[in-house]
């Protein structure tokens, strides 16, 4: 059973950076994709980043491109996201989410892409305002 638990959320004024990072159990980076989300209240839970099994490739959705860098720590079992020049849209609760997969298969920014994955954290507030 994987377990996800996501922290370094918070506030931040506009142009500024946080790290927030994903624990993981049960989680093998060779076995699973991993990915981050989204959400605000009343909207989709969107994909922001994913990352591959394996060799880790990252994708990114248009939106958080140059601005966010999405890494794992295959020793410390952690993921995380890096989130600079951040801006008041990029308000929500952000949560790690995972995958059992066997191929470069890394569903993010598809209808229904949040739907591919089995395994949720249970989200940390990233709050951009001035």
């Known amino acids: 059973q994987v377990q996800l638990v996501e922290s370094g959320g918070g506030s931040v004024q506009p142009g500024g950076s946080l790290r927030l990072s994903c624990a993981t159990s049960?989680?093998?980076?060779?076995?699973?994709?991993i990915a981050w989300f989204r959400q605000v209240p009343g909207k989709e839970r969107e994909g922001v980043s994913c990352?591959?099994?394996?060799?880790?490739?990252?994708y990114y959705t248009e939106a958080v491109k140059g601005r966010f860098t999405a890494s794992r720590d295959n020793a410390k079992s952690t993921l995380y996201l890096q989130m600079n020049r951040l801006k008041p849209e990029d308000t929500a609760v952000y949560y790690c989410?995972?995958?059992?997969?066997?191929?470069?298969?890394?569903?993010?920014?598809?209808?229904?892409?949040?739907?591919?994955?089995?395994?949720w954290g249970q989200g940390t507030q990233v709050t951009v305002s001035e």
């Open positions: 049960g989680y093998t980076y060779d076995n699973y994709v």
């Open positions: 989410a995972a995958r059992r997969e066997n191929s470069a298969y890394c569903p993010l920014v598809t209808s229904g892409a949040k739907d591919e994955y089995n395994y």
């Open positions: 990352i591959t099994r394996g060799d880790g490739t990252t």
